[in-house]
């Protein structure tokens, strides 16, 4: 089985993937850590890559398509990317969605050196919401793709006020329920 994360920004995206890599003994794949590398190697942030990316598709088509490579040739992991569940279209998909502040909170608490660094929870939160605006943006122009409306997953979590444990249990269980349902379709057909 293969679990595709989407969400906003500060859900816990990374987060609960790792833990629920661990506990299904799944190997686990981050696309934002992937961009982020891809940045630090150019020298430049996260957010540069992204204003980049604005006229230029490679930035976002080179992840794009190991997302898609990893979806075709592998199984048994979980994977972190806005667009993952566009690429693995048979994975069980997940949206994490959080309440903004809370986001800007996590975020600005453990800030990742491939991004610019807010000096405040509000710049914080202002910069996440030029990022998931542009974002949305760059996926439409590029894949008339909306990641943001939930009716592209199989389930939505709000983690506003949940501890990483609890997020993955509720992933679990209904990833595992909806793995029968998959069985019993191919057996019925």
């Keep these: 089985m293969i679990i595709t994360i989407s969400g906003l920004p500060g859900s816990g995206k990374s ?3 790792r833990l629920l890599a661990s506990r299904l003994g799944y190997k686990f794949y981050s696309i934002g850590e992937l961009r982020g590398e891809i940045a630090l190697r150019m020298g430049i942030t996260i957010d540069e890559l992204n204003e980049i990316g604005k006229k230029e598709a ?5 992840v794009d398509e190991y997302t898609r490579q990893l979806g075709e040739k592998g199984d048994n992991f979980v994977i972190d990317g806005w667009n993952a569940f566009h690429f693995i279209p048979r994975s069980f998909k997940v949206f994490l969605g959080v309440d903004p502040c809370t986001g800007a909170e996590r975020i600005f608490r453990d800030q990742r050196k ?3 660094r807010a000096e405040s929870v509000e710049e914080c939160l202002g910069m996440l919401r030029k990022r998931l605006k542009e974002t949305d943006e760059r996926y439409r122009k590029h894949y008339n793709l909306r990641f943001l409306d939930r009716k592209n ?3 939505v979590i709000d983690t506003t006020g949940m501890k990483p444990e609890e997020v993955a249990d509720r992933i679990i269980r209904a990833a595992k329920a909806w793995k029968g349902t998959k069985a019993v ?3 019925g057909n």
């Design 185 to 187: 379709g191919r057996k």
């Design 153 to 155: 997953y199989d389930i």
């Design 15 to 17: 987060t609960v993937g």
């Design 58 to 62: 490679w930035t976002d088509r080179k």
């Design 114 to 116: 491939d991004e610019k």
